[in-house]
């Protein structure tokens, strides 16, 4: 049976010497109980949880999938009673606010622990993980009612969320959405309308479900611009157990993520209740949805880092073959496949894609943190550098988190294709990552059209100057130059070619198009390249001075130079492709697609 195991060291390492987290959570007012210690203390409580509790259900939780009954949604074997201990163990309280519950420590925080428990299994993960979304939502824009009413039994845990955006005839394009909301004389609404791929939609591992819903109200302006944001408990806060025009219609049958409820959602004159303004609910609902895209950037992270360790294990052990130089164990009938260069190379790219994005996701944490208590200059500046990172973090890490799935079936061979062995779940299970939130070329289209090109490029220069801050400050460093130079050169070129792009757009809006996929992938890897250059400066420092675990920062400079010499050498393709136009895209007449 698979494993997984929390790497707490790297955690460490990207926390404490990477993103000095002690004196980030110092800086930030009400968490000065978030001490090194109580940290540790708090990793090492949910890496049990995760390890114990929520590994060992994965594979069952693929197997039998969610059952559907009348509207009833059963969970897997082993769901409902790990649930139970999540909330008895107080994780859904961790990052939020004290007078709703909460325990009031950093999200950062709980970004830890979302990714053990979402590496651990993801499927069960996503329970708590919609209602994450729905608690920032409630706190942002809920009255001050709502929060008593709904957030309180969120941040314990006793109820789940959910969001309903999409329906059958919509995806993306929200403009498009039909389901109705009729003002009642009481203030509150009736909701009718049908949404599908609503995650975690029915379920009996809580006693309620606070459904998020976007809704039209009679009259309003067509597009997004009419659209607004509704409460939609499951049971009414008065009559729990009684229904409220909510129900499951059905069960999707789905590729992956089987342990989690996938529902078609019926709304049939539900009662609803307004967050925020009329017809704002879409700006409401960018508090959901960009907490969701950064959980499923962690999505990303979890598949990597899964594969990896798995691969791993199986490769040390795998005998296949002898080593090109000569036999490495000459007392076994062949060597294990780890010594073979193309094994290290699909190995060494997963742990690249691993380890760097948790030092991008940790890093986002804390500015999460930063915009949710800063003010003025510091939080524009916090919100701005994160709405930039957001697309790039959920598109290019959900992208190589596949990759990296991938890479860890291949190395298994033929078992790789064999279910007991878990790999082939492992690609099943991340596949969705790219398409929910926002597919990569939606990502790509926010990344280029609305934060670059429509800033212009004022979002790009905001991170641009840090990593530029970054080379100057280690130019004159002889260890660092293997880093430092590349890096630089490919920061300079980012702006260049930025530039070209728009200018290509400012004749011809598809060039916008045609370019943003493999833009928002350069992005990804220069991103990428500027956390493993940090890394790679704190290992050789601590080398240097002779301290700590010196297997542990030789393998991150190992990494490092992997990543900048076959990993990196990526973008060159991707400058070529970016810059080819959008001709030979658009070029064809739609008849001439004939076969």
């Not at 996503?126 to 729905?134: E, F, I, T, V």
């Not at 314990?156 to 389901?179: A, F, I, K």
């Not at 997004?224 to 059905?250: A, D, M, Q, R, Y």
């Amino acid at each position: 049976m698979p494993e997984y195991k929390a790497p707490l060291r790297d955690m460490d390492f990207v926390l404490n010497e990477v993103l000095d987290s002690a004196k980030h959570y110092q800086a930030l007012p009400d968490c000065e109980e978030a001490t090194p210690d109580m940290v540790a203390a708090i990793m090492e409580e949910g890496a049990k949880f995760s390890e114990r509790v929520l590994s060992p259900l994965n594979q069952i939780g693929d197997q039998q999938g969610c059952t559907w009954n009348d509207g009833q949604v059963t969970t897997p074997e082993g769901f409902k009673e790990a649930y139970h201990q999540f909330v008895e163990g107080g994780w859904p309280s961790l990052a939020h606010e004290t007078e709703y519950g909460g325990q009031g420590l950093p999200e950062s925080l709980g970004i830890i622990i979302n990714e053990m428990v979402g590496t651990a299994n993801w499927s069960w993960s996503m329970y708590p993980g919609l209602s994450h979304g729905a608690m920032n939502t409630l706190g942002a824009h809920g009255t001050d009612d709502q929060k008593e009413t709904y957030l309180t039994k969120l941040v314990s845990g006793e109820w789940t969320g959910t969001m309903c955006l999409t329906e059958p005839h919509c995806g993306t394009d929200l403009g498009m959405l039909r389901t109705k909301a009729e003002p009642q004389e009481d203030g509150s609404y009736k909701i009718t309308g049908t949404k599908i791929f609503i995650s975690a939609g029915e379920h009996d591992m809580a006693d309620n479900i606070v459904h998020i819903v976007l809704a039209r109200l009679p009259g309003a302006p067509e597009g997004t611009k009419g659209i607004s944001l509704f409460i939609v408990p499951k049971h009414l806060p008065s009559s729990l157990g009684e229904g409220n025009g909510v129900s499951c219609g059905s069960l999707e049958h789905k590729m992956g993520i089987h342990g989690n409820s996938t529902c078609v959602m019926n709304f049939d004159n539900a009662t609803g209740y307004l967050i925020g303004a009329a017809n704002k609910g879409l700006n409401c609902m960018f508090t959901f949805m960009n907490t969701a895209r950064l959980g499923t950037a962690l999505q990303g992270l979890a598949h990597a880092e899964w594969g990896f360790q798995n691969s791993l294990a199986y490769a040390k052990d795998r005998l296949q073959m002898r080593a090109l130089n000569g036999a490495a164990c000459p007392d076994k009938a062949a060597d294990p496949i780890i010594v073979h260069p193309e094994v290290r190379k699909m190995l060494l790219t997963q742990k690249a894609f691993a380890e760097g994005g948790r030092a991008l996701i940790y890093y986002c944490a804390q500015l999460v943190d930063q915009v949710k208590i800063s003010e003025g200059e510091d939080k524009a500046q916090a919100d701005a550098l994160l709405a930039f990172l957001t697309p790039i973090a959920k598109a290019f890490l959900t992208e190589v988190g596949f990759e990296s799935a991938n890479h860890g079936l291949q190395i298994f061979g033929g078992h790789g294709f064999i279910a007991e062995w878990g790999m082939e779940q492992n690609v099943r299970d991340s596949r969705i990552s790219m398409l929910y939130e926002g597919t990569t070329q939606i990502q790509a289209l926010d990344l280029l059209g609305r934060k670059v090109l429509m800033t212009q490029g004022e979002a790009l220069k905001g991170f641009t100057k840090i990593v530029h801050r970054f080379c100057q400050t280690e130019a004159d460093n002889p260890q660092m130059n293997t880093f430092i130079e590349e890096l630089a050169s490919l920061n300079k070129e980012w702006g260049e070619l930025t530039m070209n792009v728009g200018m290509k757009a400012m004749q011809d809006r598809d060039e916008v198009g045609a370019a943003s996929v493999d833009y928002l992938m350069y992005s990804g890897y220069v991103v990428l390249g500027y956390f493993w250059a940090r890394m790679a400066k704190v290992a050789q420092d601590q080398l240097s001075a002779g301290e700590g675990d010196a297997a542990f920062y030789e393998a991150k400079l190992k990494t490092a130079r992997f990543y900048f010499e076959r990993i990196l050498p990526r973008t060159r393709s991707l400058v070529v492709t970016m810059q080819s136009g959008a001709e030979n895209l658009m070029g064809m007449e739609p008849e001439q697609f004939s076969f």
